[in-house]
């Protein structure tokens, strides 16, 4: 008598990665339920009838061909079929603890010393192909346990893959180190790049059992910290780190230095800038201000001129006249008469030279020039009159000469008597 069942589940443990369902024979019709977490497989002979993935399948020959040359007809003649029901759970296995047996030996090439470390961490696991697990890790057995691929909770390198993944840790650290110039004694702050690296090695071999890793963590690099050999190397890092220490001390105390000095200079620089601007500063406002007193001086007379009447150009024929005089006629230390008089005809030449060195104008120089051209006729009168009881002829007086009522000189021309220096009576 055959026994059949018409639905074909299974809800078990996490931990349980793959599970042989308990029967072998399926009526058809059969509903069989996968979860969202699961696929099932068909077996038959070793073989792999069908698979399936999450949902609700209904077992018939069109949907699973193979099992009609399997079918057979049991009490009732109910059709029922024989195989093999495999559930392989799809979920990542987490925080799964690996770690080294023993040290490994690495060589450290700065140094030159041998050292042993170790190392621990963990991982997370899960099925990628479950027909590769199946046909190469469960076969015919009951089923496949966590515990049994990664020897957690059982005795020490009793796990399928545990072996797999130490031996790759020891075979592959050292190499790993070496290729990335890592110093051993800085070793954690590389633990990701180990990690990385290692994960990619062991997921190359892991892929083959239809299995990976998506994360796998070197949490833990034991050192041998009572070693001789490590405490060398540990001495020998220290004084290398603390040399470079002081020489970048150095370094920035004379860039500090020298930028103190720049700073300095520029300092200086820019105060003797300042002290050069504020010279310049007060000498502009010094001749600024004495410009400024010019200005109002020369506009102060300018408007004295313009209230007693008479402009520049005649304060200046007043100032050269009074000037040439006072020269002409005081300035010979004779007392002589003749030295006097010769003295004041000389004033119109001298005048007319000063007018062309201070560059007057014709204007300007008029009155004067005329005043010292009568002086000099004057003073021909003078001589020609026989001054001091001499015989030089008469000349004959000018059209408009007047005789002085002062001192009796006659044929005066000029508005003054060139002796005694009365002036012309009026009418």
């Not at 046909?135 to 966590?146: A, E, F, H, R, Y």
Request: hydrophobic share 40%; glycine share 12%.
């Amino acid at each position: 008598m055959v026994e059949a069942i018409s639905v074909i589940k299974y809800e078990g443990s996490n931990e349980v990665l793959a599970h042989k369902h308990e029967k072998e024979d399926f009526t058809i019709g059969s509903q069989l339920i996968v979860h969202e977490t699961q696929e099932a497989l068909f077996f038959r002979d070793g073989k792999i009838f069908d698979q399936f993935k999450a949902g609700r399948h209904t077992l018939v020959t069109n949907n699973i061909p193979k099992v009609r040359d399997y079918m057979k007809l049991g009490t009732g003649g109910i059709n029922v079929f024989h195989c093999e029901v495999y559930f392989i759970n799809m979920v990542t296995q987490m925080g799964i603890r690996w770690g080294t047996d023993s040290k490994v030996r690495l060589f450290d090439p700065a140094s030159g010393l041998h050292v042993e470390i170790g190392a621990s961490g963990n991982f997370n696991m899960r099925v990628t192909d479950s027909a590769k697990l199946i046909l190469k890790l469960v076969g015919t057995t009951d089923g496949l346990m966590q515990s049994d691929v990664t020897g957690e909770g059982k005795s020490y390198g009793t796990g399928m893959f545990k072996a797999l993944i130490v031996n790759k840790v020891k075979a592959n650290l050292a190499r790993i180190i070496k290729e990335n110039n890592l110093n051993i004694l800085e070793i954690d702050a590389y633990l990701d790049v180990i990690s990385s690296k290692l994960m990619l090695d062991i997921n190359a071999t892991l892929d083959e059992y239809g299995l990976t890793m998506p994360e796998f963590y070197v949490t833990s690099i034991v050192t041998p910290d009572d070693d001789p050999n490590f405490v060398r190397l540990k001495q020998q890092f220290a004084d290398k780190t603390l040399k470079v220490r002081e020489e970048e001390a150095k370094k920035a105390e004379a860039e500090a230095a020298q930028q103190r000095k720049i700073v300095e200079a520029q300092t200086e620089a820019q105060l003797k800038a300042v002290s050069a601007q504020g010279e310049a500063e007060a000498l502009r406002i010094k001749a600024q201000a004495e410009a400024d007193a010019y200005r109002m001086q020369a506009q102060a007379e300018a408007q004295e001129m313009q209230m007693k009447g008479y402009t520049y150009r005649d304060e200046t024929a007043r100032q050269v006249g009074l000037e040439a005089m006072q020269n002409g006629i005081t300035g010979n230390g004779g007392g002589g008469a003749s030295g006097g008089i010769g003295d004041v005809a000389s004033l119109g030449v001298t005048l007319g030279a000063m007018g062309g060195v201070i560059n007057m104008t014709k204007d300007a120089m008029a009155p004067i020039m005329g005043e010292s051209q009568k002086i000099g006729e004057g003073f021909g009168n003078v001589v020609n009159g026989g001054v001091g009881g001499g015989t030089a002829p008469s000349v004959p007086a000018a059209e408009g000469a007047w005789n002085c009522p002062n001192c009796g000189k006659t044929g005066i021309t000029s508005r003054f008597c060139p002796d005694c220096g009365a002036a012309r009576p009026v009418g």
